[in-house]
Protein backbone atom coordinates (compact mmCIF):
# COMPACT_ATOMS: atom_id res chain seq x y z
CA UNK A 1 0.00 0.00 0.00
CA UNK A 2 2.91 2.31 0.69
CA UNK A 3 4.43 1.57 -2.26
CA UNK A 4 1.16 2.13 -4.08
CA UNK A 5 0.77 5.85 -2.72
CA UNK A 6 4.45 6.75 -3.06
CA UNK A 7 4.10 5.74 -6.75
CA UNK A 8 1.30 7.93 -7.03
CA UNK A 9 2.43 11.07 -5.22
CA UNK A 10 5.11 10.74 -7.58
CA UNK A 11 3.19 10.55 -10.74
CA UNK A 12 1.07 13.47 -8.96
CA UNK A 13 4.47 15.41 -9.35
CA UNK A 14 5.19 14.94 -12.60
CA UNK A 15 1.81 16.04 -13.60
CA UNK A 16 2.12 19.04 -11.40
CA UNK A 17 5.70 19.99 -12.81
CA UNK A 18 4.68 19.61 -16.70
CA UNK A 19 1.19 21.75 -15.96
CA UNK A 20 3.74 24.32 -14.35
CA UNK A 21 6.25 23.45 -17.28
CA UNK A 22 3.63 25.10 -20.11
CA UNK A 23 3.40 28.29 -18.09
CA UNK A 24 7.01 29.56 -17.54
CA UNK A 25 9.28 30.92 -19.75
CA UNK A 26 11.42 28.93 -22.31
CA UNK A 27 14.78 29.36 -19.85
CA UNK A 28 13.13 27.71 -16.88
CA UNK A 29 11.27 25.66 -18.97
CA UNK A 30 14.57 23.94 -20.47
CA UNK A 31 16.10 23.51 -17.14
CA UNK A 32 12.49 21.73 -16.10
CA UNK A 33 12.64 19.48 -18.98
CA UNK A 34 16.30 18.42 -18.23
CA UNK A 35 15.21 17.47 -14.51
CA UNK A 36 12.30 15.74 -15.58
CA UNK A 37 14.19 12.50 -16.39
CA UNK A 38 16.36 12.23 -13.66
CA UNK A 39 13.22 12.72 -11.42
CA UNK A 40 12.03 9.54 -13.68
CA UNK A 41 15.19 8.01 -12.84
CA UNK A 42 14.62 8.64 -8.68
CA UNK A 43 10.88 7.16 -8.85
CA UNK A 44 12.39 4.00 -10.38
CA UNK A 45 15.45 4.24 -7.77
CA UNK A 46 12.80 4.34 -5.43
CA UNK A 47 10.38 1.68 -6.05
CA UNK A 48 13.52 -0.61 -5.95
CA UNK A 49 14.16 0.59 -2.93
CA UNK A 50 11.23 0.03 -1.30
CA UNK A 51 11.08 -3.49 -3.16
CA UNK A 52 14.01 -4.71 -1.18
CA UNK A 53 12.98 -3.39 2.17
CA UNK A 54 10.39 -5.27 2.21
CA UNK A 55 12.10 -8.53 1.29
CA UNK A 56 14.55 -7.93 3.57
CA UNK A 57 12.45 -6.86 6.26
CA UNK A 58 10.34 -10.32 6.02
CA UNK A 59 10.86 -12.56 8.56
CA UNK A 60 9.45 -16.23 8.85
Known amino acids: MTNLAFVGFCFYVL ?9 VGSGISNIVSKLMPEMKTKILEGQSI ?3 NKIVGEHS
Open 15 to 23: ISARKWKNQ
Open 50 to 52: TDT
